[in-house]
């Protein structure tokens, strides 16, 4: 490190980053999008900022103005960043390039993407030091190996000799934030580093972060969609909507008192533990999140703030107040003084319950095998990849069943034999009584395949972009038979756009105009078209936005009370599972591992692996004491499964099986009391002195 | 009479392209005017290259169109007197009422060479978009199923189209392209098969959507498969009782050997595009609705591989015109007579050293609308990544 | 890998067998030999006459069983000819026929006799090669650094000024095949009629007419840059544009790439940042274009060959074909396709040594 570059005079206790009225714009062809507007934070040395807020409200914006890399038509309309004093935003490339990688350090989404493919680790790493400081060859290599193994990775020397595709995710982000580290820079962004890893291995790199912060003594901007993770990780956070800055504060203070309606009411919207579908349904925010250039006149959360008075709100542009008496804690609310912070929740309705009827689906001891062809050329010895192995299950009418895993595990396997779109290797599928595991969908007739439907994970792929969104309504209708005339089916059309809450005016719209959340609706519609009795939701809401998935959620719910629908929800997220699911059933590797109520499973006894997950899940609340079991490694892959228990690798009980049983066999479904079942070796007495993970703090 | 200057010939021939400028500035004007609500052709006109290329693209069009009135002679006429005359030279013996002037010069054998470029416009534009349609019904009709169906039936279509990629295009016209061919009657069993192609691409088409709707899918597809019948029967066979539809032997040989070493070109662009979409979600949703596979190929795969496929089809126009040319330059054009480019380019390029002009004209003509074509495919390409 | 390398040439030899069985159907289908018997036996004669021509040498088997005997996978064909001496495929002019090779094809090394050149095809084709060599290897020499070059200067920065200018080259030279390049090129600069030459000669700074030579048939004998210089060039062109365009396309991707994002951000200086970052990567697809470009630098070559009159395997392919020489046409066939063949697999597997990622996963 170069001393001279770092020594500038700045005094420790100001700021190390200070953002002043800061306002960027893209500039397209057809507008200037204002992405943000008057924003101002500041981070004190060592000090961990995080940075909230939903998709497109500019927190990646805000980043990549830090590193002055906004693309070519981004420009910074006004405001300063002050990074130790000096101001960034007129410093030229040469300045530029000496603060970038040794004073100030970012952390992108996609490990994949950041790293070069074609470039060894240790000489992506290497190259920091060697830039910034001139440090020779050797020792920059020796460095990187030392931080490889600060970073926690296995086998420094081999990884630093590998190439990025040959580690898996969790390990590139692992590097990549080695990368970051090798300069020890003074400031270090993180954009949403964990969103695209698994729970388990998200759990890891956080606690990684939080550590090598503490040790380095590096200050951070983290941005995340999750308040569970800000949490976790951050001291002070800023609220952002719609490109400003709407609440900030401390990270205790912010959550227990919250002085801006946005973020009161995000607070509503996300599952935390003890919402329940029926007693304590989540409220979504209503309406949609305004384009940066369809901002409305006044506050910008005015037309969905509960608290909104018109003449006040929409009159002038709305200042940052502070809220006196807390730790520069500030609201972007001209009645947050007026509202009574403490008051119950008015709207709330209390929902019935639905009832549970007759078993319309049984799984039993189903298989499904791949066979693949492994190695460079498409030759290579033919390997046989187990993506579902001995499941058995049943699911009832009205019942929600969640199957929960991380990625690899066999859900989506799982939910294409359900569906027909592939057949099983053996086992039975009982479908209203009909034998379906070995009649493909072309083989079913058109009441079996409409009603049995499924719901996509991604809104921007569920609807063909080309065909208006009335049009793919009236397809599912025609080919489920629905309706005699297409008069008919034009009108079945409007009911069901009624039906999950979207105006019939989008009928005429390509999907392109529609938010996701608004397509996910359409999805359901569509899904819903021929009168479906079971519906496989794979990840429906994984990828909306907090505010959107309550809502989403919730039409799914009301969909199913009133038609009794069998819900088979896919998720990997365990708060939505706990708030709307009857019965869990968690997947590793292709097998269940437990299976049982939703209380049995969220409570100990636990599953080791289930255990693991529910203490991975960052949890929004400042009053849940969640125990931290951060598991070694990473999932194993499908093609070479570990012997003997398939969670062997990652176990931290294995220790209390004798005879190192969990490495020779795999362990038997023990079946305990009330039906919960657990694949595991561990004796009953063990399993039942496990402890709770969660424990809410008495009030 | 005075042979005309250089400044001279350049403002007769804007005179005589005049139908051309107007329909051009029409063109320009309603388009711009509208282009909000044109969609992707609308979006054309926020590219400047695109903007360039569609001109050239349209002015040949236009020149192909009104070739009647823009020549100045009859491009098959031979002046006696007037071989090799150079560009602006005045005719021998001037007819009154006719055009006194070679704007472009005269050639070997005395025609005007800049009518026989006016009309080499219209032999081109005649057979390169045409035939490109047709090799894009073709690989289309071949590469959907072969990526999406994939396996054994992937592997055997592939198989054939790198065989006919492997095949060096010259040698293939050496030996499809002769009067001995023809006389076998191989061009019309490979037009027979190849004109097979569209008809079942439309008849599926047809089919999947409607079939939920029998009364309906009958009427339209009646109506379809009739007209597709009759210009079959005409075009492969030559054999159209009303005489509408027809091609020479010659033109069809010719037609046939284009749309057979363009279409695995297509095949493998569709391939490749059905093979990433088809893992969308909506097309799972498609699969899961129990939909059939030509549907899902054709009503939610094909139409979002459109933009790709535009720009190449513009791209593949401007390489037909090419090929066109290249057997043109080997002599085995559609006739020896025929004002198409290559073919001129051909009997000039004998003479070259000596008098360039008469293989100058169509050459730089034929440039241009290549130049064009790829300005077009540029400029939409560029447009369509936009937002 | 070797098992891939097994495979692919296996699906070589099975292309190469297919097609050359269709040159082989192609050029000996009825009216072709027809065309041969009377350009051999007299012009004249009646059609019974050609049956007869055809069966005394050996045509009327069928197409199969000639092609098996052109390959030399069947014994040739033996007969009498009507003065009664024994003839046959395998059987030299006055050669003893019990000491004749019962199998004379392709993999005995007997490609036949060319009826234009009247010399063995293998000979024809043999020197024709060499001359093309020359020819291939000079294009390559011009064309692939300067296609790269220019690729990667214009994809580098996106957009720029440079970047339009460069495009702007490119579009323009892959819209003018050679056959008007050519044209172009000898009206400019070899003609004495027209373009740069009278004006150059007349002001003496030439000694000839003309600047260049508007043939390169003195370029068989000795190469040098005034003879060779323009069909270079003009099969060059067509390919520096479509090669630079790649490159182009390849080198803005890399450069919008999210690795290229994270050197920048790490610090690395812009010229180190396509250097080392950006290049490598940049330069995957078009290795695969350039290799995948033969069967279209053949076709430059006939064009080329054609129009400078250099009497390569071009120019010998289109004197074949013209002149319904069927052993020669057949002969070039394979020589060409073997060579597209060959040129594929070697993209195939260089594309897997370049990226990283595909070799080691
Ligand atoms: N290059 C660009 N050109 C035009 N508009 C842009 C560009 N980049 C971002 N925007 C717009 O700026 C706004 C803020 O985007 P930004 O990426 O900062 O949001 P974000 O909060 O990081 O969202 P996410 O959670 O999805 O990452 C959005 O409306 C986006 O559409
Ligand atoms: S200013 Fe008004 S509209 Fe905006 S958040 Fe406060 S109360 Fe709601
Ligand atoms: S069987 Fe053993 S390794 Fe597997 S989960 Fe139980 S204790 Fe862990
Ligand atoms: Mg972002």
């Known amino acids: ?699 | 009479m005075e042979p005309l200057s250089w400044g001279q010939i350049l403002l007769a021939a804007l005179q005589q392209f005049l139908p051309v400028w107007v329909a051009l500035i029409v063109t320009f004007a309603l388009s711009i005017r509208y282009k909000r609500k044109l969609a992707l052709y609308g979006k054309l006109f926020d590219s400047p290259v695109g903007m360039i290329g569609f001109a050239i693209v349209m002015f040949w069009v236009f020149t192909a169109f009104f070739a009647d009135w823009i020549i100045t002679m009859d491009p098959l006429a031979q002046f006696s007197g007037s071989k090799n005359a150079v560009p602006g030279s005045a005719l021998t013996a001037p007819d009154p009422d006719a055009y006194t002037h070679f704007l472009l010069g005269a050639d070997h054998v005395a025609r005007d060479v800049f009518s026989r470029m006016v009309m080499g416009a219209r032999e081109v534009l005649k057979i390169a978009p045409a035939a490109t349609l047709f090799a894009f019904m073709v690989g289309i009709t071949l590469g959907l199923p072969a990526g999406y169906v994939g396996g054994k039936l992937d592997t055997v279509i592939s198989f054939i189209a790198n065989l006919v990629l492997a095949f060096p295009v010259i040698l293939l016209f050496y030996l499809l392209v002769t009067p001995e061919i023809i006389v076998i009657g191989i061009p019309t069993y490979m037009a027979a098969i190849l004109f097979l192609f569209p008809i079942f691409f439309i008849g599926i088409l047809i089919n999947s959507r409607y079939f939920t709707n029998p009364p309906q899918r009958n009427l339209y597809l009646g109506i379809a498969m009739a007209i597709c019948v009759w210009a079959y029967i005409g075009l492969a066979f030559n054999a159209d009782p009303l005489g509408v539809w027809g091609m020479s032997p010659n033109l069809l040989n010719v037609f046939v050997s284009v749309v057979f070493v363009n279409s695995p070109g297509v095949f493998r662009i569709v391939r490749g595009m059905v093979m990433d979409i088809k893992t969308r979600d909506y097309v799972a949703a498609g699969q899961t609705r129990g939909e059939g596979a030509w549907y899902i190929m054709l009503w939610e795969i094909l139409p979002n591989a459109r933009g790709p496929l535009i720009v190449d089809f513009c791209l593949r126009i401007g390489y037909t015109t090419i090929l066109l040319g290249t057997l043109g330059f080997f002599g085995l054009g559609v006739s020896p007579e025929s004002p198409d480019w290559g073919s001129t380019i051909n009997y000039g390029r004998k003479l070259l050293a000596m008098v360039p002009h008469p293989a100058l004209a169509p050459a730089l003509a034929l440039m241009s609308l290549v130049l064009g074509l790829n300005l077009l495919a540029d400029g939409l390409r560029e447009e369509s990544l936009k937002d | 890998m070797l098992k891939f390398v097994i495979k692919r040439l296996f699906v070589m030899l099975l292309t190469a067998f297919a097609l050359t069985f269709i040159v082989f159907w192609l050029t000996n289908l009825p009216p072709n030999l027809e065309k041969l018997a009377k350009s051999e036996a007299g012009t004249r004669i009646s059609d019974a006459e050609v049956g007869t021509w055809l069966s005394e040498n050996g045509y009327d088997s069928s197409p199969l069983n000639r092609y098996g005997q052109w390959l030399g996978l069947l014994p040739g064909w033996t007969g009498t000819a009507q003065n009664g001496t024994p003839t046959g495929r395998c059987l030299e002019k006055d050669a003893d026929p019990a000491t004749a090779p019962r199998f004379c094809g392709l993999l005995q090394g007997d490609w036949g006799q060319s009826s234009v050149f009247k010399l063995p095809v293998s000979q024809v084709i043999g020197r024709s090669l060499s001359l093309t060599g020359w020819l291939m290897f000079a294009v390559m020499a011009v064309m692939v650094p300067t296609a790269l070059f220019l690729g990667v200067l214009s994809g580098m920065r996106e957009g720029s000024r440079t970047d339009r200018l460069l495009s702007a080259f490119s579009i323009a030279s892959t819209a003018t095949p050679e056959y008007v390049s050519g044209v172009v090129f000898i009206a400019l600069l070899a003609s004495p009629m027209s373009g740069l030459s009278p004006f150059l000669s007349g002001a003496g700074w030439i000694e000839g007419r003309t600047l260049f030579m508007g043939t390169a048939t003195s370029a068989m004998e000795d190469i040098n840059f005034w003879n060779f210089a323009l069909p270079v060039m003009t099969i060059a062109l067509y390919g520096i544009g479509y090669i630079a365009r790649m490159t182009r396309a390849s080198m803005t991707e890399v450069m919008t790439a999210q690795y290229i994002r994270t050197a920048r951000l790490k610090g690395v200086g812009f010229r180190q940042v396509v250097v080392r970052h950006a290049l490598r990567n940049a330069l995957i697809a078009p290795f695969t274009v350039i290799m995948l470009q033969f069967p279209w630098l053949l076709n430059g070559v006939v064009i080329v060959e054609t129009l400078y009159n250099y009497k390569g395997f071009g120019w010998t392919l289109v004197q074949a074909a013209g002149n319904n020489d069927i052993e020669l046409l057949l002969g070039c066939s394979v020589v060409a396709v073997v060579l597209v063949l060959i040129t594929q697999l070697i993209s195939d597997i260089g594309y897997v040594f370049l990226n990283p990622r595909i070799r080691l996963s």
Not at chain 1, 183 to 200: G, N
Not at chain 1, 595 to 624: C, N, R, W
Request: proline share 6%; with cysteine; aromatic share 6%.
């Open chain 1, 1 to 699: 490190m170069s001393d001279t570059a770092k020594d500038t005079g700045w005094d420790p206790s100001k700021p190390i980053l200070e953002i002043n009225n800061l306002s960027i714009s893209f500039f397209t062809r057809l507008r200037e999008i204002p992405a943000v507007m008057d924003f101002s934070c500041s981070v004190m040395a060592g000090e961990a900022m995080g940075l909230v807020g939903e998709s497109g409200c500019g927190k990646s914006t805000v980043a990549l103005a830090v590193m002055r890399e906004l693309g070519k038509n981004g420009k910074i309309t006004a405001g300063t960043i002050k990074f130790k004093g000096r101001d960034l935003t007129n410093m030229n490339q040469e300045e530029l390039r000496q603060i970038r990688g040794s004073e100030i350090a970012m952390i992108y989404q996609e490990p994949m993407a950041s790293l070069n493919p074609a470039m060894k680790i240790g000489a992506q790493l290497a190259e920091v030091p060697m830039i910034h400081s001139g440090m020779s060859k050797e020792d920059a290599w020796k460095l990187a190996r030392q931080i490889v193994a600060d970073v926690r990775l296995p086998d420094p020397d081999r990884i630093v000799n590998a190439y990025p595709h040959q580690l898996s995710g969790g390990q590139q982000q692992r590097i990549v934030i080695a990368m970051a580290l090798m300069a020890k820079p003074a400031l270090l962004i993180l954009d949403e580093p964990t969103t695209a890893l698994d729970v388990t291995v998200e759990a890891g790199i956080v606690d990684l972060v939080k550590d090598l912060g503490e040790k380095y003594g590096t200050s951070m901007l983290f941005i995340s969609h999750n308040l569970g993770l800000i949490m976790d990780v951050c001291d002070r956070l800023c609220v952002m909507y719609s490109g400003e800055a709407v609440e900030t504060g401390n990270v205790v203070q912010v959550f227990d008192k919250m002085r801006h309606p946005y973020t009161q009411a995000l607070f509503r919207s996300i599952p935390l533990p003890g919402a329940d579908k029926n007693s304590r349904p989540l409220i979504s925010i209503p309406g949609n999140f305004p384009l940066p250039h369809e901002r409305p006149q006044g506050c910008n959360f005015g037309p969905r703030c509960d608290y909104f008075q018109d003449g006040r709100c929409n009159g002038t542009d709305i200042p940052m107040s502070e809220v006196p008496g807390d730790d520069r804690h500030a609201s972007r609310c001209l009645r947050w003084t007026e509202i009574d912070w403490a008051a119950p929740i008015a709207k709330r309705e209390v929902k019935q319950k639905a009832e549970i009827g007759k078993v319309v689906l049984k799984m039993e001891d189903l298989k499904k095998y791949y066979s693949v062809s492994s190695g460079a050329f498409g030759g290579g010895a033919k390997k046989v990849v187990k993506a579902n192995e001995t499941l058995s299950f049943e699911a009832r009418e009205g019942e929600t069943l969640a199957i929960v895993g991380e990625s690899g595990c066999g859900k989506s396997t799982f939910a294409k034999v359900l569906m027909g779109l592939e057949t099983a290797t053996s086992g039975s599928i009982m479908l209203f009584d009909e034998n379906v595991q070995s009649t493909p969908i072309q083989k079913r007739n058109t009441d079996m395949v409409s009603s049995v439907q499924m719901v996509f994970q991604n809104p921007f792929d569920t609807l063909n972009p080309s065909m208006t969104v009335g049009r793919q309504i009236i397809r599912a209708l025609e080919i489920f038979k629905q309706g005699k005339s297409d008069e008919e089916r034009h009108n079945r059309m409007l009911e069901l756009l009624d039906l999950v809450k979207l105006p019939r005016a989008f009928a005429e719209r390509m999907p392109r105009q529609l938010s996701g959340g608004q397509k996910q609706r359409v999805g359901i519609a569509r899904a819903f078209a021929g009168g479906a009795k079971v519906v496989v939701a794979d990840e429906p809401v994984s990828a909306l936005d907090v505010s959107v998935q309550a809502a989403v959620t919730d039409l799914l719910m009301d969909i199913q009370r009133e038609n009794k629908t069998t819900l088979l929800f896919i998720s990997h997220d365990l708060s939505i599972v706990r708030y709307l699911s009857d019965r869990v059933m968690v997947m590793y590797l292709g097998h269940v591992v437990e299976m049982g109520t939703t209380d049995q499973v969220f409570q100990p006894p636990y599953h080791p692996y289930t255990e693991a997950l529910l203490s991975a899940v960052p949890i929004a609340d400042t009053k849940v004491i969640r125990k931290r079991i951060v598991l070694e490694g990473d999932i194993p892959s499908a093609m070479n499964p570990p012997p003997g228990c398939p969670f062997q690798t990652r176990c931290r009980w294995k220790s209390q099986v004798p005879g190192g049983l969990c490495d020779r066999e795999m362990p038997p479904m023990q079946t305990l009391e009330g039906g919960h079942q657990i694949k595991c070796h561990l004796s009953v007495e063990v399993l039942n002195s496990m402890e709770p993970v969660i424990k809410i703090a008495a009030e």
